[in-house]
C-alpha cells in the first residue's frame, strides 16, 4: 500500500520513519521525498497488510504526521497517448509495458516514480498524481 507521509514543522527534525520501522518490524520502501525547512513529504510503499499496516499507520498520526493513501500514482491520458512505447524503453523497473494491442500497460507495484516516463512520452499523455 502506498502513503504519502506529511511532516509539519514540528515533526520534520525527528526520526519518526526509521522509528517506525524499528518499532513496528515493517520495512518501509520511500519512493519520493520532499522536504524544506518548514515541512516535508514523503511518499512510501508499506508492503503490509490488515492489522500490521493499520498499526504503522496508527504509529506516524500517533507522532504527528498526516498520513494519506495514494490510490493512484499515475495517469495515462488514453485520448493523447499514441502507443508509441516512448515510455516504456526508459523505464527502470519495467512498470509500463507495451500490450500487443499497442496500448501502454502500467503496473503500479513496479513504479518507483522516477517520471522518466513523463519526460520520454512525445505528447505529454502520462502525468504522476
Known sequence: MRFRLIYNHKNLSKPILAEAILKTKV??????????????????????????????IRFFEDAGVTVKEVAQILEIDMGRCMGCGACVSPCPTQALKLTKDWEIEFDEKKCVRCMICVDACPVKAIKFT
Open 27 to 56: 520495512l518501509i520502501n520511500i519512493l519520493e521525498a520532499k522536504v524544506t525547512p518548514t515541512a516535508g513529504e514523503i511518499m512510501v510503499d508499506v508492503p503490509v497488510e490488515g492489522e500490521k499496516l493499520r498499526e504503522v
